[in-house]
């Protein structure tokens, strides 16, 4: 089972609060263009860190196959025999490298990374085969 790491929530849900506050400042100031700008920062962090306190377990295994996280806060099981292709996507780009682990079910494509899975995304496809195989 694998699942987001514990401190972007606290720094989502941080963030969150740091612009509710600007917007309650700028609302008392009379600023409209900071409270627009606010509103929707405050919603949308929210809404983050909601979802990775509602839907903590991105990726979870049984004997039959997968659990994924479908949509918000939805889930899906995915059997073995449709994962189409179990592969990490690795991307440099100024001059930092990121892994994205992808499961191809055909109809659709799951993407994970490393925050999702608190894992490196290279380790776990490398377990969701063996596990496959099995």
Known sequence: MWR?????IFAKAGAALACLAL???????????????AVPATLLLAAMAL??????VRLATDETGITVV??????????WSQIQDIKVDVSRRYGMRSEMLEI???DNLHIFSRNDLDASPTEVAAELRRLRQV
Do not use: E, K, M, S
Not at 4 to 8: A, E, G, K, S
């Open 70 to 79: 479908h949509g918000y806060i939805g889930r899906r099981h995915v059997p």
């Open 51 to 56: 979802r990775d306190v509602l839907a903590p």
């Open 104 to 106: 191809d079910t055909g």
């Open 23 to 37: 917007g309650v400042y700028w609302f008392l100031q009379g600023d409209t263009r900071g409270v627009i700008l």
């Open 4 to 8: 987001v790491r514990r401190q972007p």
